[in-house]
């Protein structure tokens, strides 16, 4: 169990720059969550897959962005015209879907993520 | 509309006392509950979890609390210890959605030696 792995673990870029995440799951993991975590905040639901299919989208995703989970393996996060609103703490997180239908998150340590 | 909600940003607790971290909800929904750890730089930590068939869950020095009625939830660590100084989250599921997990603000708590 080598974790659930962010890459990379800072980004800093210019407002109206495109960016992308990448975060590969612990390896039996079937379900991957997308989550942003601002300063004083709690992890902010983003979006979540089961396998490679992207089951539930929260209304704070805009248009601008957009996850994948080809394969049912890695997944990417990408960010388009980034705004300096977007700045924040990427976290990627997986859990194996099994008999119990609820299962713990691990975390990733994240992709911080700074808009000038 | 904040579903789980911290509402104590902070504790401060001396070394070998107990740790008392509260949480609220509001969703009847939720069935499932976590607390998670997070140091500073790190991604959150998963702690312990209490499912709502339950009043009760222990691990080690911690134990969560689960009061349905009062839609409330408790993390109790004891005895506490310098490394528990942290930032704990709790985290709130429901039974029949995607099973997303809804967190709260967090409360930081600092153990003094």
């Known amino acids: 169990d080598t974790g659930v792995s962010q890459d990379p673990r800072h980004k800093i870029t210019k407002r109206g720059q495109n960016v992308t995440f990448r975060c590969d799951p612990i390896?039996?993991?079937?379900?991957l969550y997308w989550y942003r975590q601002t300063l004083g905040q709690g992890p902010e639901f983003l979006t979540y897959?089961?396998?490679?299919?992207?089951?539930?989208k929260s209304r704070l995703l805009s248009d601008r962005f957009s996850a994948e989970r080809p394969k049912g393996s890695f997944s990417t996060l990408e960010i388009q015209r980034t705004e300096q609103g977007d700045s924040a703490m990427y976290l990627c997180?997986?859990?194996?879907?099994?008999?119990?239908?609820?299962?713990?998150?691990?975390f990733g340590n994240g992709t911080r993520l700074t808009v000038t | 509309d904040q579903q789980v909600k911290q509402n104590s940003p902070s504790l401060s607790v001396q070394e070998g006392r107990i740790s008392i971290l509260n949480c609220d909800y509001t969703?009847?929904?939720?069935?499932?509950f976590l607390w998670y750890k997070k140091y500073p730089a790190e991604g959150p930590t998963f702690l312990i979890s209490?499912?709502?068939?339950?009043d009760k869950n222990e691990d080690g020095r911690f134990t969560v609390f689960l009061n349905k009625s009062a839609k409330h939830l408790s993390l109790h660590i004891v005895p506490s210890q310098p490394g528990d100084s942290a930032v704990y989250f709790c985290?709130?599921?429901?039974?029949?959605?995607?099973?997303?997990?809804?967190f709260g603000t967090g409360t930081r708590l600092k153990v003094l030696a």
């Open positions: 997180a997986s859990s194996l879907l099994g008999e119990r239908a609820h299962s713990p998150l691990h």
């Open positions: 390896s039996e993991h079937n379900r």
């Open positions: 897959f089961q396998n490679e299919a992207q089951l539930e």
């Open positions: 969703n009847s929904m939720f069935d499932y």
């Open positions: 209490i499912s709502s068939i339950k």
């Open positions: 985290a709130a599921s429901a039974v029949g959605g995607t099973y997303k997990y809804i």
